[in-house]
């Protein structure tokens, strides 16, 4: 498994990261609202835009619910969260408005961080979520410091996967709950060492496109909690509930309001978008998964 980036590309790719984000923020925002990640849709639905924000919504509440946080028993509530490559905070500030707690939330993003401090403040939460630029991999923050750690839709940017997850244990709590929802590539079979030439090629357009490095499994994320000695580890495939996604993307982005948007953002965010076509042949083929995968930190 290809978990590692040579550390020389690592500069140059946490800036394309940043700048990617800080140019195409604005737009997401504007046509998507505050959430930058799937949404969660029930098998074969039809849906508007309305919904995709109410399945951006699901998407967090089907994730705590299969990480199983008592969220019946408010005594058990996380209190104090970080959120992994916040975006501009959509999930920090949900959950701390869920769970009465205090929220952090990193980004590579000066842009987005900024814009997620302005919006917390607007919601009345700047006492509540608080935002800054970091590196997932080297986390300003000492060890054990969380109960929720969390990360929707950026471990597929992180370059050295084992280092991402070593930093999402080591901030974590004794008995802390740890969410990592990613895209991954599918996993090998037992005969296979690599995937094949053509998955490798589809991929690394992708990579080009969104400033990813190399991919890896679902399996390939167990393993490396299994190597931190974390329990209750568990992932799921969530393709399925994710499938209406990119069309909708698609289509929003190809309105008259996306298509002025997009000209207005710059290149490497029209670079994006004409990428997308190529996520929905990847989850078509099964060579891409939307992966779910929780565990908690002993006690």
Aim: charged content about 25%.
């Amino acid at each position: 498994m290809e978990l590692q980036r040579k550390t020389t590309d690592d500069g140059v790719l946490k800036k394309g990261i940043a700048e990617f984000y800080d140019e195409s923020s604005a737009v997401w925002e504007d046509i998507w609202g505050d959430h930058m990640h799937h949404g969660f849709y029930p098998p074969d639905s039809t849906v508007s835009l309305s919904d995709h924000r109410a399945a951006q919504i699901r998407m967090i509440e089907q994730a705590l619910a299969f990480a199983s946080l008592p969220l019946e028993d408010e005594s058990k509530w996380p209190k104090k969260i970080v959120d992994v490559g916040c975006g501009i905070g959509g999930s920090s500030r949900y959950l701390s408005q869920k769970f009465g707690a205090t929220a952090v939330g990193i980004t590579l993003s000066p842009v987005q961080a900024q814009r997620a401090n302005a919006l917390a403040a607007a919601q009345g939460l700047a006492n509540k979520a608080s935002f800054q630029v970091a590196d997932a991999l080297d986390q300003p923050f000492p060890d054990g410091q969380f109960d929720l750690v969390w990360s929707m839709e950026s471990g597929e940017h992180m370059p050295d996967k084992a280092k991402f997850v070593s930093e999402l244990a080591r901030v974590a709590a004794p008995g802390a709950t740890i969410i990592i929802v990613t895209w991954c590539h599918r996993d090998l079979g037992p005969d296979e060492e690599s995937l094949k030439p053509w998955e490798e090629n589809h991929l690394k357009k992708i990579c080009d496109a969104f400033y990813l490095p190399a991919w890896c499994s679902t399996a390939d994320y167990v393993k490396l909690l299994q190597s931190l000695s974390l329990q209750d580890i568990k992932s799921e495939d969530w393709s399925p509930y994710v499938a209406p996604f990119w069309p909708a993307v698609i289509r929003s982005a190809l309105s008259w309001r996306g298509l002025t948007s997009l000209l207005r953002s710059g290149l490497k965010t029209i670079k994006g978008a004409l990428a997308m076509p190529l996520m929905i042949e990847g989850f078509k083929k099964d060579l891409i998964k939307f992966s779910i995968i929780t565990c908690r930190k002993p006690e």
